[in-house]
């Protein structure tokens, strides 16, 4: 765990998570007007399990983090996810392909379900789904890491931005996370995740401008003193 100053104040640092689950169900049902509505379901999370990245996910945790997501954004009906692997914790709106409807523990998984919305990535998914795509789902959170006998726990400091999103590729991608998502380190500035190195460069910029501000009132004082 890694921590930054930010205003005299010490932040500390997260990093993006990705989990990939490597196969959902498809569901898929008429509709009265003619067409079809498109679901997936599965496995999205796992606890008290070394996945493939070598992290933990206490149960505890895990469980709790969820239980919030239920509450704020599954029963709010915005607990979207997007088609492909984002780099970073925000859910691009533009990019939304589906909307999480259900999480509910099932001994240590989390069974999810998803239904496909009529966006354009929305869109791509169903084609996908109708031409027999293997598809999987790659939950991203934030947090930090505690090792403990030859694997990473994930800490208390856990925040999950999204239980899903759909990718092609869930087996492939650990080299592009570990290096492009997971190479980053963010922060929580005013209630919003941003890029650690932004974060620095912000304070600098604040430091230098209250240098630059104090300068100039010194100036001014200086030419004040003259005049008397």
Avoid: C
Avoid at 5 to 28: C, D, N, P, W
Wanted: aromatic share 8%; proline share 3%; glycine share 8%.
């Amino acid at each position: 765990m890694k921590t930054i100053l930010h205003r005299g104040y010490e932040m500390q640092t997260v990093k993006l998570f990705s989990e990939a689950v490597e196969e959902v169900e498809y569901i898929t049902e008429e509709k009265e007007d003619g067409g079809k509505s498109y679901k997936i379901r599965g496995i999205f999370m796992q606890a008290d399990i070394k996945n493939r990245n070598g992290r933990v996910y206490p149960m505890e945790i895990l469980n709790n983090e969820v239980n919030k997501y239920n509450k704020n954004f599954i029963k709010e009906n915005r607990a979207f996810g997007e088609l492909g692997h984002p780099d970073g914790p925000t859910v691009n709106l533009e990019r939304v392909s589906h909307m999480i409807t259900s999480l509910t523990p099932d001994g240590k998984n989390f069974i999810g379900e998803a239904k496909i919305m009529d966006t354009p990535m929305g869109k791509i998914v169903k084609n996908l789904m109708d031409e027999g795509a293997k598809l999987g789902v790659s939950s991203r959170g934030m947090g930090s890491l505690a090792q403990k006998g030859g694997a990473n726990y994930v800490r208390d400091d856990f925040y999950l931005a999204t239980a899903a999103d759909i990718v092609a590729d869930p087996s492939a991608p650990n080299a592009f996370v570990e290096g492009i998502m997971e190479g980053k380190e963010w922060v929580w500035n005013h209630g919003a995740l941003v890029e650690a190195h932004v974060a620095k460069l912000k304070t600098e910029f604040d430091v230098k401008k209250r240098q630059r501000e104090a300068n100039k009132e010194a100036l001014e004082f200086a030419k004040f003193l003259k005049m008397l």
